[in-house]
C-alpha cells in the first residue's frame, strides 16, 4: 500500500512537470545579421526585433494565436471617444532586471523617446497621426494617459511593438521588463540573453516564468548552416523555413517541422502602367487594360504555383489580405480560377486575336512582355518561369529577367524602365493602416503607377477614399466594412495580380516543450515565458 | 596512355553527337514542365528525373551541353584572340608599349567587373529572347575574360623573342608580322591552348555565377551553368545524386579535352 502510494505520488510529479515544462536550459538559434541597435524603440532590423520581444516589456501584447490584445503591464486601458487618447492602469510592484521599479513614469519618458524626430524611429512613425506634439500625462504611479494630436486608428494593438525603457536606470537598454535581459554580446558570434530576475509573471502553479535560464541567439546569415546546425541539434529552433528546407526536413523527421497554415506574406506580379514609363503606349494600353490584366490573372494556375514552387505549403492567392489574418480577411473573395478559355475569351472582347501561337492586340502588335524578378530567389524564378509557361498557352510571350535587388529597385521605383514586376509583400502588421502607403494613389509604393498628383482612375479614387475613412473612423465595423471593399475592388481590377500565400513553415526540436508555432511573427517562440527544455538522453535528431 | 585517350576521344565525340542531335532524341522538349512530376528520381519517362518545375533533366542536359559546348569554346577563343593580341604584340614590341599594355591588362584585371557586370546588365534591354541571352552572356565573358591569359602571353612572347632561333631569324632579315607569324606564334601553340581550355571551364562556371546575379542564360534554355545552378543548396547535395550529372559531365569533358590536348601539345 505504502509502494503503491510512493508510486502515486511520483507519477503525478512526472506528470506535473510534463505539463509545466522543466525550468532552466538554454535555448538556442539563430539570428540572421548581428542587430543594429539594442534600443528598443529605435528597432529596423529583424535580429533587434527578435531581442526586443525578448527582452522588452509592453504595456499591453496581441497574442499571436487569438490575434487579440492582452494585459501585459497594463491590467487594462481605455480609448477614448475622440480616437485621440489611451488610458493605461498599470501594474504594482514592477521590477526591471536591474531592480529599478517601473512606475507611470517610465511610461511617459518611453512615448516622449519614441516620438522624438531626432530618434527616426519606426515603431514611432506607426503613431502619427498629425502635426502637434503627444503629450503624455501621469495620473499617478500606477495610471497614465497618453494623448495624440489627431485619431490613431488601431491605437491599442500598436502599443505591442513599444517597449518601456526605464527613465532612471543608469543602463537604460539594457534594464528589462521582458522575460529575458542582454548579458553577452559578441559581434558576429552571439547574443546572450540570461532569465530576468525580476520578471512578473507567474505561471498557474505560481512558479515564476520564464522557464528556461537564457537564450542564445547565434548569428548566422547562412540558412543552409541553420539548416544543418539544426539537424545535428546545435540549435533548438528555426523561425522561418522554406518549402524546400521543410520538405527534405519532413522527410526526415516529420515531427519536428511545423505548418501553421497561410502566413500573412504574399507573392503578386502586376504591370508598369505609370505614363512616364518609357515603354511603347500600345504596351502601356494593354496594362492598363483591366480585362488585359483579369485575363491574365485567370491565364495563371495558381494552384500549380502553390503546389510546384512551394511543394504545397502555399495557396492560391485572392487579394492583398491572407486568412491568417482572422479579422481583417474579407471571406467572400475567392482566388481566380485557372480558365485559359475564358481568359482567351476576355482578350477577344478587348480586340485581341490569336493567330497560330501568338497573341495579336487589335494593331497587331505581337503581346510580349518582360516579367522582373530578383536574382537568387528560387521560389519567384520558378513562379516566373511557370507564368512564361502558363500564358505561352495564351499565345503570350513572356520574357523573365532576373535582375540583382538593387537594379530592381531602380526600375521599380526611380526609373520605371520595366514592363511587369514580380515581387513579395512581407506583412508584419495586422492593421490595414500599415498598407496606406501601398494603396493612396500619391503613395511612393503604389508599385503600378506611383506619386499621383490625383487618382487617375474612377476606382483609384475609390481605393483612396476608403482607405482615408478606415484610418479617420474608429468604429472597427466601418473600418472593416471599408477594407473589405478595398480588398474586394483590388480583385475586381486586378492592378496587383495576387499569386500565392506562403504558409508558415518552421522546425522545432523534440528538445523544446510546450511550444506551439504559429503564423503571426515571431512564429516559433511567441510564448517564450512558457517554452522549457526536456531532458533527452541522446539531443541529436 | 594511348587507350586512355581514345577513350577521351570517343567521350568527346558521344557528348557532342549527343547534344547536337539533342532534338531528335530528347524524351522532351527542355522547357516543358510536367508539373505533375516536379522533383522526380529516375524513371523510364525521365531518365535522370525531373528539376523543380517538373522538366525533364535528361533533355535539358542534352540541350544545355550543346549551348555550352557550343559557347563556352567560342567565348575561350575570342578571349584567347584579345588575349594573343595584347599579350603577342605587348611581349613582342617590347619597350614602352609593353610596359602600357600590360599596365593597362592590370588595371583591368583589378577592375571590379561583378558591379561592372551588373551595371552592364542593368542597361541591357529586358525584352530579350533567350538565345540573344545566351550570345550576349558569352560575348561578354570573352571580351573580359582576355587579361590574365594576356600576361601569361606577353610572358611567353617576350621570352621567345629573345630565344636563339629568333635572333637567328632576325639575323636572317626576317622582322615585323612575318618574324612574329612564322617563328613566334607556332612555338606559343601549347601556351596558346592551354589558355584555351583553362578558359571553357572557367566560362562555364562563370555563367553559372552570373546566373545568380541575372546575367546568366535566361529561361527556359538551358545551359551547363543554370543546371549547375541545382547544386546550389549544399543541404540538397547528398540526396540526390543524379543531379550530379551535369557536374560530372563538364569534368569528364574539360579532363577529356586536357588529355586530348595533350597529345596536341606533344605533337607541337
Known sequence: ?541 | MRRIRQLAWLLLGVVALSSLGAGLWAPADYAMQFREAPNSPPSHEHLLGTDDLGRDRFSRVLYGTRISLLMAPLAALLSTLLATLVGGVAGYLGGWCERAAMGATDLFLSMPWLFLLLAVRAMLPLNVAPTTSVAVTFLLLGVLGWAASARVLCAGVRGLRNSEFVLQARASGLHGWRLLAVHVLPNLKPVLLAQFWIAIPVFIITEANLGILGLGVSEPLPSWGSLLREMESFASFGFEAWKLVPLVLLVLVVSSFQIVLSRDEVAA
Open chain 1, 1 to 541: 500500500m505504502r509502494r503503491r502510494a510512493i508510486g502515486v505520488v511520483l507519477s503525478l510529479m512526472f506528470a506535473l512537470v510534463a505539463a509545466f515544462g522543466q525550468s532552466g536550459g538554454e535555448l538556442k538559434f539563430f539570428v540572421h545579421s548581428d542587430p543594429k541597435t539594442f534600443d528598443p524603440l529605435a528597432v529596423v532590423d529583424d535580429a533587434s526585433e527578435t531581442i526586443r520581444y525578448l527582452t522588452g516589456g509592453v504595456l499591453l501584447r496581441v497574442n499571436r494565436r487569438t490575434q487579440q490584445a492582452e494585459p501585459e503591464l497594463a491590467t487594462a486601458w481605455t480609448i477614448a471617444r475622440d480616437g485621440r487618447s489611451i488610458t493605461f492602469n498599470l501594474r504594482d510592484h514592477i521590477y526591471y532586471s536591474d531592480g529599478s521599479p517601473f512606475s507611470a513614469e517610465d511610461v511617459a519618458y518611453t512615448m516622449q523617446r519614441l516620438m522624438d524626430p531626432a530618434l527616426h524611429s519606426p515603431t514611432g512613425d506607426s503613431f502619427r497621426s498629425g502635426s502637434g506634439a503627444v503629450h503624455t500625462k501621469v495620473d499617478s504611479a500606477t495610471r497614465v494617459t497618453i494623448t495624440f494630436p489627431e485619431p490613431v486608428a488601431g491605437l491599442d494593438k500598436l502599443f505591442d511593438q513599444v517597449a518601456i525603457v526605464s527613465s532612471h536606470s543608469n543602463n537604460k537598454e539594457r534594464a528589462a521588463l521582458g522575460p529575458f535581459y542582454i548579458a553577452d554580446y559578441k559581434p558576429d558570434s552571439y547574443v546572450l540573453l540570461r532569465r530576468n530576475p525580476n520578471y512578473w509573471r507567474r505561471d498557474a502553479a505560481g512558479r515564476q516564468l520564464p522557464y528556461l535560464d537564457s537564450v542564445r541567439l547565434g548569428i548566422q546569415p547562412n540558412r543552409d548552416i541553420e539548416m544543418m546546425s539544426f539537424r545535428r541539434g546545435e540549435i533548438d529552433l528555426i523561425n522561418w523555413l522554406d518549402s524546400e528546407y521543410f520538405e527534405r526536413l519532413a522527410a526526415q523527421s516529420p515531427g519536428l517541422v511545423h505548418d501553421a497554415g497561410p502566413g500573412l506574406d504574399s507573392e503578386q506580379m502586376w504591370f508598369n502602367q505609370a505614363p512616364n514609363a518609357p515603354i511603347p503606349a500600345y504596351k502601356r494600353a494593354w496594362f492598363r487594360s483591366t480585362n488585359f490584366r483579369r485575363a491574365v490573372s485567370a491565364a495563371i494556375n495558381r494552384a500549380d504555383l502553390s503546389r510546384v514552387v512551394y511543394g504545397g505549403h502555399a495557396q492560391p492567392a485572392a487579394g492583398p489580405v491572407s486568412p491568417a489574418n482572422h479579422f481583417w480577411f474579407n471571406a467572400r473573395l475567392r482566388a481566380p480560377a485557372y480558365d485559359p478559355s475564358g481568359a482567351l475569351r476576355i482578350l477577344q472582347q478587348e480586340g485581341f486575336r490569336l493567330q497560330g501561337t501568338t497573341l495579336l492586340d487589335r494593331e497587331g502588335h505581337a503581346v510580349e512582355f518582360s516579367i522582373i524578378t530578383n536574382a537568387g530567389n528560387k521560389p519567384r524564378e520558378r513562379m516566373a518561369t511557370m507564368v512564361q509557361q502558363d500564358l505561352g498557352k495564351i499565345g503570350i510571350n513572356v520574357h523573365v529577367v532576373t535582375l540583382d535587388f538593387a537594379s530592381l529597385l531602380d526600375r521599380i521605383t526611380g526609373s520605371y524602365n520595366y514592363e511587369g514586376a514580380l515581387l513579395g509583400m512581407a506583412n508584419t502588421d495586422l492593421d490595414p493602416n500599415e498598407q496606406m502607403n501601398l494603396w493612396l494613389s500619391s503613395a511612393d509604393n503604389h508599385q503600378w503607377n506611383p506619386r499621383q498628383k490625383s487618382p487617375e482612375t474612377a476606382w483609384e479614387a475609390e481605393i483612396d477614399r476608403l482607405m482615408k475613412e478606415q484610418a479617420a473612423s474608429l468604429e472597427p465595423v466601418t473600418r472593416k466594412a471599408c477594407f473589405d471593399r478595398v480588398q474586394e475592388i483590388a480583385v475586381e481590377q486586378q492592378p496587383f495580380i495576387f499569386l500565392v500565400y506562403k504558409n508558415a513553415l518552421s522546425a522545432v526540436s523534440a528538445t523544446v516543450a510546450n511550444a506551439s508555432p504559429v503564423v503571426l511573427r515571431p512564429q516559433t517562440y511567441w510564448n517564450i515565458e512558457t517554452l522549457s527544455l526536456r531532458v533527452q538522453t541522446a539531443s541529436k535528431h
